[in-house]
């Protein structure tokens, strides 16, 4: 499984970005993506995940009501809109995608993911 994200860049506070996730070597449509972020000399913190074939998806409480995960099934393309911006979203924001989900629903834990990208920046300031 390779991970590629994009969509990084610099936003003022109140902005939106959306990031793009290109996923490869998933063997069915039923798949898990996560979102995470890292501040500098911090762990992964969980964003956002989708189950796709369920359409589950579970936000961290910190971005609810204001980012929504989805998928462009077909393309294999997981989205990350990120309306609302705040400073404190700062970070380098990466996709995941773990080998094994049982269930229904999907992890935000970092380390239930094997497969990462190589992450985007994305800066909110003024």
């Known amino acids: 499984v390779q991970l590629v994200e994009s969509g990084g860049g610099f936003v003022q506070p109140g902005g939106s970005l959306r990031l793009s996730c290109a996923a490869s070597?998933?063997?069915?449509?039923?798949?898990?993506v996560g979102w995470f972020r890292q501040y500098p000399g911090q762990e992964r913190e969980g964003v956002a995940c989708?189950?796709?074939?369920?359409?589950?998806?579970y936000y961290a409480d910190s971005v609810k009501g204001r980012f929504t995960i989805s998928s462009a099934n077909a393309r294999k393309m997981v989205y990350l809109q990120m309306n609302n911006l705040k400073r404190g979203d700062t970070a380098v924001y990466f996709c995941?995608?773990?080998?094994?989900?049982?269930?229904?629903?999907?992890?935000?834990?970092?380390?239930?993911?094997?497969?990462w990208g190589q992450g985007t920046q994305v800066t909110v300031s003024s």
């Open positions: 995941a995608a773990p080998r094994d989900f049982p269930g229904y629903g999907c992890p935000l834990g970092s380390y239930e993911y094997d497969y």
């Open positions: 989708l189950r796709n074939s369920f359409g589950n998806v």
């Open positions: 070597g998933f063997t069915s449509d039923d798949y898990v």
